[in-house]
């Protein structure tokens, strides 16, 4: 397998977001990215009631369909409210930018699994800016699974909806067309005898873990 092929034609990257990487990460191949690791993982194997949630908690999902959307405030403070609910309470979800793409991209028929840290304003409970997925049946069980990898990456990246969660996916595209081992860098007797995982495993280990014990 040639992992020196730019990432131009790789799934979900395109000309555009190639650039990007290649300027604000120096990652201009395939292999470069198969390399890039993640910088944390954030344990996604829980979904919380909308009660449970308080400011100062790491982390959290909720999976609900979005109930409404609405522009609040002015100025600087115009933001993009959107409300979930559960059978224990009302969220709301904001966003000070990128409007216009949220409005296009999120609605109010699909299920969504939502993601970010909470934080309250009055009495209310928020999440700004928070991770939406669609959570269908496959993509459920993949994102509930276990540790969700965090990649580095810029403001411009950002800006560009380059975030860990598109790098992420990018990854996954990856992975998906290695049809072919990687060659070992290590001898069998050495691997056996420091009991290390073969290199596709590892790296794919590294990328996707099921449980911090996998890390190890």
Not at 35 to 60: C, T, V
Not at 165 to 190: C, G, H, W
Request: aromatic share 10%.
């Amino acid at each position: 397998m040639d992992l020196t092929q730019e990432l131009t034609y790789l799934k979900g990257v395109g000309p555009s977001r190639a650039e990007i990487l290649a300027k604000e990460l120096n990652i201009t191949c395939q292999e470069d990215l198969l390399y890039y690791f993640p910088y944390k993982y954030i344990d996604r194997s829980r979904i919380h009631k909308i009660a449970e949630l308080q400011q100062g908690m790491p982390y959290i999902q909720v999976c609900r369909r979005i109930l409404d959307f609405r522009m609040e405030g002015e100025g600087r403070g115009k933001r993009l409210v959107a409300r979930l609910a559960d059978d224990s309470g009302i969220l709301e979800l904001v966003w000070f930018k990128g409007v216009k793409y949220v409005e296009s991209r999120y609605n109010t028929k699909d299920l969504y699994l939502v993601f970010g840290k909470p934080a309250q304003f009055g009495n209310k409970i928020s999440l700004a800016h928070p991770d939406l997925d669609v959570a269908n049946e496959g993509n459920l069980r993949v994102l509930t699974g276990g540790l969700q990898a965090y990649y580095s990456t810029t403001e411009k990246m950002k800006n560009s909806y380059l975030n860990s969660r598109a790098i992420q996916k990018i990854v996954v595209s990856l992975f998906q067309t290695m049809n072919e081992r990687l060659p070992e860098t290590l001898p069998d007797y050495l691997l056996e005898r420091l009991r290390l995982r073969p290199l596709n495993e590892a790296l794919r280990l590294v990328h996707f873990p099921s449980d911090s014990k996998a890390l190890k």
